[in-house]
């Protein structure tokens, strides 16, 4: 149960709350921090699940990172996607 953690160990959900407060408020364009090679594996599932729901309502994501592959292999990635080096 995410609210029996302790408050350090939620640092994973801050993006992804972060992209729900934008969402919230109209945004269409959504902009990460710096995410290196390791933090794009641990976010891997939630980046995917935040390109779908992107890819469904229009939304733009821009994910500044050293781990193209890493985005490649675990996300939506077509034409309206583009990930560039």
């Given at each position: 149960?995410?609210?029996?953690?302790?408050?350090?160990?939620?640092?994973?959900?801050?993006?992804?709350?972060?992209?729900?407060?934008?969402?919230?408020?109209?945004?269409?364009?959504?902009?990460?921090?710096?995410?290196?090679?390791?933090?794009?594996?641990v976010?891997?599932?939630r980046?995917?699940?935040?390109?779908?729901?992107?890819?469904?309502?229009?939304?733009?994501?821009?994910?500044?990172?050293?781990?193209?592959?890493?985005?490649?292999?675990?996300?939506?990635?077509?034409?309206?996607?583009?990930?560039?080096?």
């Amino acid at each position: 149960n995410v609210f029996e953690l302790k408050f350090k160990q939620l640092w994973h959900w801050s993006y992804l709350c972060s992209c729900a407060l934008g969402i919230s408020k109209g945004k269409k364009i959504l902009i990460f921090p710096w995410i290196s090679s390791t933090e794009c594996s641990v976010q891997s599932y939630r980046i995917n699940k935040l390109f779908e729901y992107a890819q469904q309502n229009e939304l733009i994501v821009v994910i500044p990172t050293d781990s193209i592959e890493t985005l490649k292999s675990n996300t939506v990635y077509n034409m309206k996607y583009n990930i560039y080096e």
